[in-house]
């Protein structure tokens, strides 16, 4: 049955199919994705599991973005889908209103431009299964992949699964793109860092800082996530948003150097410390600012004279 609702943020519209105990929320924060958010749909309703529901969080578009999803939700759609409008302020801010929101154990955080493979509901769920009683670990991850099939970074050979920190990924073969599912419970409970002024704030705010804290994540060997970086994406842009959103890439950045295994800490903090100067900040604001040992800033530094020379 449909359901229509009036929202306590703008328009909330919502729709309940079939079955209500779902163990995955999908959850994706869009802003002027319409022309692009059907393909995301499609490859929703091509799983061969339906153990899912899809939240939709625009944050403030002024696209036909809602009145897209108001027609597919009153089609009869296969999949449940839930949509929700929130003032614009970022895809973090949009997370930290949806993932409250959400009805399945597990959050999904799925792109509006890119799109899962067929069997990638199927996948999580199995894979949640093994880790229902481990404490210590927070969720599970799949590989991401192109849109011709390759993987997207790297996987430690001959191993199907490996339980790893976030911030131990670099010393276990695990670069490049993930795709993380975390327990709901543990993401309502460590929210991303707002700040006043800043749209924008990269994910490892909350993947380091439960690092931290001492959990990891079943990383398994299956592509299940396709990425198609956009030009007008997030990654795309990654390097004129830490410019623009500079308070919170210097929490990242602190985050990083705290949580990072060495040397890979020191190298995030040698990709900071060229943002930095181009902003007009010193090399000792910086090693104030991030907490850095004399000895660490000259190995950054090095790092820096490396790559200009590579």
Known sequence: FKLLTQGIVGMTLYIHVKKENRMISVITPT????????????????????????????????????????????????????????ENGGKHRALNYGIPLAKGDYVFIV?????????????????????KDKEDIAGVAGLRGYPDGKRIGDYPKKKTYVDVKNSHRYTNHLTGDKAEIYKKTILVEHPFPEIEGEKFIGEGAVWNQLSLEGYK?????????????????LT?????????????????????????????NLMAVAVYIGVAKNLGYSLK???????LSMIDLLICKLIRIFRRMS
Not at 217 to 233: P, T
Not at 285 to 291: A, L
Request: a negative charge; one cysteine or more.
């Open 111 to 131: 792109d509006s431009d890119d799109h899962l493979t067929d069997d990638s509901i199927l996948l999580i769920n199995q894979w949640i299964d093994t880790i």
């Open 217 to 233: 994540l079943r990383w398994f060997n299956q592509i299940i996530y396709v990425c198609d970086y956009l030009e007008d994406g």
């Open 285 to 291: 604001w910086v090693k104030e600012t991030i907490g």
């Open 31 to 86: 802003y002027n994705r319409g022309y692009i958010l059907g393909k995301l749909k499609d490859s929703l309703e091509r799983q061969t599991s339906h153990d899912f529901e899809w939240l939709i969080i625009d944050d403030g578009s002024s696209d036909n973005t809602k009145e897209l999803v108001q027609k597919w939700m009153l089609e009869d759609s296969s999949i449940c889908i839930r949509y929700f409008y929130h």
């Open 236 to 264: 795309c842009n990654a390097e004129l948003l830490n410019k623009s959103n500079f308070r919170g890439y210097t929490h990242n950045t602190k985050l990083n150097y705290k949580s990072i295994v060495y040397p890979y």
